[in-house]
């Protein structure tokens, strides 16, 4: 088992960043692969970046790409999402998700645990 505890989320405006950060415990993290996913009412819950369990491989979605950085800190079981030149589009519920195996995915039945999610919102 993996517990997930988000934190980190606000409300900035476009062009601001924010650093979202996700707890986890239980299951050795260091060998896990993490994600971050995203979700807005209305729609299904969307892959953002994922990262394997030491550092050496990311994956982000086109929409992300070269504005969000995803990281982690074994060390400390601590998973980041550094989002910088934030749009509106980007106002979601963010969520950290864990793997049972080292490699990424980007599927979100791929995951095996959750966070409870922390709200972004990007003013216009």
């Known amino acids: 088992q993996v517990q997930l505890v988000e934190s980190g989320g606000g409300l900035v405006q476009a062009g601001g960043s924010l650093r979202l950060s996700c707890g986890a415990s239980?299951?050795?993290?260091?060998?896990?692969?993490m994600g971050w996913f995203r979700q807005t009412p209305g729609k299904e819950r969307e892959f953002v970046a994922t990262i394997s369990y030491i550092s050496s491989i990311t994956y982000y979605s086109d929409s992300v790409k070269g504005r969000f950085t995803i990281s982690r800190d074994n060390a400390k079981n601590t998973l980041y999402l550094q989002m910088n030149s934030l749009r509106p589009e980007d106002t979601a519920v963010y969520y950290c998700?864990?793997?049972?195996?080292?490699?990424?995915?980007?599927?979100?039945?791929?995951?095996?645990?959750w966070g409870q999610g922390t709200q972004v919102t990007v003013s216009s």
């Open positions: 998700a864990a793997r049972n195996t080292h490699q990424i995915a980007t599927g979100r039945n791929e995951y095996d645990y």
């Open positions: 239980g299951r050795t993290f260091s060998t896990i692969a």
